[in-house]
Nanobody, 123 residues
Framework: QVQLVESEGGLVQPGGSLRLSCAASGFTLDYYASGWFRQAPGKEREEVSCISSSDGSSYYADSVKGRFTISRDNAKNTVYLQMNSLKPEDTAVYYC????????????????WGKGTLVTVSS
């Protein structure tokens, strides 16, 4: 059974850090581009970061560049999103998603999605 399971999010103070993980089962992440998306209340879903299936190159939205880092552990079949210097505007439900043999992560073209995890940045 194909599954993507995100780790629990939580409440973080502004300026704090949190690492999200996304464990894949039923398929091998090596052959998939892996992306993180988020959707804040009342807003459209946006792509946050993506790591390609080929050379491991990564993409970051301007809003998170320099603060977030995406990585993948093929041995654990897991992709991570390290989030530092968190801001209240980072509050959203975060989703991981994968796309077979891709260098990018088009929101409308991902093959598998996790159920999402809520990250709240507030004092």
């Amino acid at each position: 059974q194909v599954q993507l399971v995100e780790s629990e999010g939580g409440l973080v103070q502004p300026g704090g850090s949190l690492r999200l993980s996304c464990a894949a089962s039923g398929f091998t992440l090596d052959y998939y581009a892996s992306g993180w998306f988020r959707q804040a209340p009342g807003k459209e879903r946006e792509e946050v970061s993506c790591i390609s299936s080929s050379d491991g190159s990564s993409y970051y939205a301007d809003s998170v560049k320099g603060r977030f880092t995406i990585s993948r552990d093929n041995a654990k079949n897991t992709v991570y999103l390290q989030m530092n210097s968190l801001k209240p505007e980072d509050t959203a439900v975060y989703y991981c998603a994968t796309r077979f043999l891709s260098v990018n992560c088009p929101s409308g073209g991902m093959d598998y999605w996790g159920k999402g995890t809520l990250v709240t940045v507030s004092s």
